[in-house]
């Protein structure tokens, strides 16, 4: 039997060193003479001994030093846990603190620490979790400034069978004046060199979390956002990869930041190539006043070390975030298969309409149907209803409760998009409670989408929208709901807080969407959440806390969406990924695919459709009916598997390729995916992973050895190899052609 591995935090009194490690992973420190925490090595496990080497001290000119007499010991030129700027370090700070007199300088030193089993929640705030107390152990070191009194607790958790390190920061105000928290990291790490390449996830609305890569340079790298929401343009992650480092091979550093809101990411390489990685709330617009006696909490970051390259770092993550990120009766259930009344409809719809198109989805095997935007307030058209959750009786007379009911009798689930966020003018609530929206006085409002932001801030705003919802999630037995957000903040001001809490309204709005987040999943906890902001603007790990799937993106094209789930699955698990089936011409390349890839497309995620059933061919209905068969048959496999890249749609624009593995090994599920057809194409082979070398497997009648198909590989030449004759038995192919191969291992 394989022993498991235990998480273990060692302090070496003698040394003044911490240890984090679970056998696979270590991380360390130590307490200089003066108390700072100095940052020793990260990564692979090392064993227990004296690392005091490590650090490592030269006379260098032109820098400052902390002790008079003594020209060795300068921060500049020391690796630390948490360090400031102005004590003879001149990078950038993990914190900074405005004091009553002006100054921004503090000196925190170690106080105290304690270390604890398991993994304490943060307040108010997403984060992993553990089950069991043996799943983790939690070093929290507290650090005091003597002059303020503030002390800063460090909480630093190790999971024990994961690569995995979390890291955040409580702010305790324990003086007697009124600090002011302008920077704020939850992570700062500095290595030792920076030979990495940054990796990030970019892109824009309809393009998301495109793969970005370049070399770490002296000076500062960053990826950032200023919506108040994590964003379409950078999702807040980033990878440092050694120069070597392939999916499979070489060491990689995940870090990933649990927060919904403004964050900054940045890798600050200094003139001696010491790398600082910092991960945290974006300064810019953000300043909390802190009372004595009160405390901040910063959101937690997920740091990942992985010597299996990108891939292990991912299978990391994904089963931290499936498992212990995710919560909820849906967490590892197998989703519905659902379908999405949008694109067919829009707003042009009425209940028979709707019935209609459920009828036919309960005939080919749907389980959830899903009402979006337009049933509720006075709701024709973008500029108006959004505020107003109570039904729009000009397009549904009888009431959701009518339209549920008719739908639950076919044997569906039922679901209902919802904006709770968003208000529009024209809407009752508007007209009640104009100062409910975040502007600032006395200048235009910015719309977007002729819609505003409502203040989540207001605990009255949280609350209203609240008995809003719940009316109708009681009357029609909501067993779904989609939460979209579809627009950035701007105009950023809070009227009823004073000229010095002004920088707090980004904070306090991302909060109140946690709070009634929580109140709703709590209060209905079989209901199944999907998180969306104009798709995948708000993808980010704080949302997978409340909503185990996320509406990926607003591009419904196949093709397009093999680079978007390609780059998502380097962080979120399958299962968090909404994936859907949408009608030709796409409406937003024009591009026509067969059904039958963007089925192959769409199988891997949280799997529906976006179209009128009514418009297909009895063909492309068998077609459906069948596809929705492989994937119940599959799901679970798909959702709770180990999931590997195998071919980059980023390297080769032609290509895409990817499989998924039981938890036992004995299934596996293979796709390729091919761009235009091409004439007189090369043979071609491609190799697996995952799989078990002792295992044999059969593929359509053909048995194979996990070896010869790691090794060998899986032969996947079509007829574009070569000239099509009369002696070549092989299917034609065409543009945008795919395959699935399902192995399975054979019983002797």
């Not at 799943?135 to 009194?149: A, R, Y």
Request: charged fraction near 25%.
């Amino acid at each position: 039997m394989v022993k498991k591995q235990q998480a273990t935090i060692t302090y070496q009194s003698e040394m003044n060193q911490f240890h984090l490690s679970n056998g696979e992973i270590s991380y360390l420190f130590q307490v200089s003479s003066d108390e700072k925490l100095l940052h020793l090595y990260y990564g692979k496990a090392l064993p227990e001994k004296d690392y005091s080497y490590l650090v490592e001290m030269h006379h260098r000119p032109m820098t400052t030093y902390r002790q008079e007499n003594d020209l060795l010991y300068s921060l500049e030129h020391l690796k630390q846990e948490f360090p400031e700027y102005g004590s003879t370090d001149f990078r950038h700070p993990a914190i900074s603190l405005r004091q009553e007199n002006g100054s921004k300088i503090s000196d925190f030193t170690y106080h105290s620490h304690k270390i604890t089993s398991g993994k304490p929640s943060l307040e108010n705030l997403p984060a992993t979790y553990v089950e069991d107390e043996n799943e983790s152990k939690t070093l929290t070191v507290t650090l005091k400034d003597s002059l303020t009194g503030v002390e800063v607790d460090l909480l630093y958790t190790i999971f024990s069978e994961l690569p995995i390190i979390t890291r955040s920061v409580r702010v305790v105000n324990k003086g007697n004046q009124t600090q002011a928290i302008e920077q704020i990291a939850s992570l700062s790490l500095d290595l030792p060199d920076a030979e990495y390449d940054w990796m990030q996830l970019s892109g824009a609305w309809g393009r998301e979390r495109t793969i970005k890569e370049r070399p770490l340079q002296q000076g500062i790298q960053s990826i950032e956002s200023t919506r108040g929401i994590s964003s379409h343009q950078h999702n807040p992650f980033v990878a440092l990869k050694r120069k070597n480092a392939d999916e499979f091979q070489g060491e990689v550093i995940g870090a990933s930041f649990v927060y919904s809101g403004n964050f900054l990411i940045q890798a600050e390489v200094d003139t001696w190539d010491v790398t600082r990685l910092q991960v945290g709330i974006n300064p810019f617009g953000f300043e909390w006043k802190l009372l004595p006696n009160e405390s901040f909490t910063s959101p937690e970051v997920v740091l990942v070390y992985s010597d299996t390259g990108l891939n292990g770092m991912s299978q990391a993550f994904h089963q931290l975030f499936r498992k212990r990120l995710a919560r909820g009766n849906w967490r590892e259930k197998d989703r519905p298969v659902l379908i999405n009344n949008w694109e067919a409809t829009y707003f042009d719809f009425d209940e028979e309409k709707l019935v209609s198109i459920a009828e036919k989805a309960h005939d080919v095997g749907v389980e959830l149907f899903v009402l979006d935007d337009g049933w509720f307030g006075e709701r024709n058209d973008d500029r108006a209803g959004l505020g107003d959750w109570f039904v729009n009786e000009k397009r549904l007379p009888k009431g959701i409760g009518s339209l549920a009911e008719k739908v639950r009798d076919l044997g569906l689930k039922f679901g209902l998009w919802f904006e709770p966020e968003m208000v529009n003018k024209d809407s009752k609530l508007y007209r009640e409670h104009p100062d409910w929206l975040i502007h600032t006085p006395n200048r235009k409002e910015n719309h977007g989408r002729n819609q505003f932001v409502l203040n989540f801030g207001f605990d009255e705003v949280v609350d209203n929208i609240f008995n809003q919802m719940c009316k109708i999630i009681d009357e029609s037995k909501l067993d779904y709901i989609k939460w979209d957000m579809n627009r950035p903040l701007t105009d950023v001001y809070d009227h009823r807080l004073d000229i010095r809490q002004q920088g707090e309204v980004f904070h306090r709005y991302v909060l109140g969407v946690y709070r009634l987040y929580e109140m709703l999943v709590t209060r209905y906890p079989n209901v199944l959440f999907e998180s969306c902001s104009s798709g995948g603007g708000r993808f980010d790990p704080g949302m997978l806390y409340y909503a185990p799937q996320t509406w990926t993106s607003d591009d419904s094209d196949a093709i397009e969406r093999l680079k978007i789930q390609y780059g998502t699955s380097l962080l979120y698990p399958i299962s968090s990924i909404g994936a859907h089936v949408s009608m030709v011409p796409n409406h937003q390349t024009n591009r026509i695919t067969p059904i039958e890839t963007r089925g192959n497309v769409a199988f891997f995620g949280a799997f529906g459709y976006e179209l009128d059933l009514n418009q297909l061919t009895p063909q492309e209905l068998i077609i459906v009916e069948e596809q929705i068969k492989f994937y119940k048959k599959h799901r679970s496999t798909i959702h709770n598997g180990s999931f590997y890249r195998l071919l980059s749609p980023f390297d080769n624009d032609n290509q895409t390729a990817w499989m998924v593995v039981s938890k036992d090994q004995k299934t596996a599920i293979v796709a390729h995916y091919k761009g235009l057809n091409e004439v007189n194409r090369a043979f071609q082979r491609m190799q697996l992973k995952g799989l078990n070398s002792q295992f044999d497997y059969q593929i359509k009648q053909q048995s194979y050895s996990g070896t010869e198909l790691m090794n060998a590989g899986l032969v996947i030449t079509d007829s574009s190899s070569g000239q099509i004759i009369d002696q070549n038995d092989q299917t034609e192919t065409h543009d945008f052609d795919s395959r699935i191969w399902v192995l399975t291992k054979e019983e002797r």
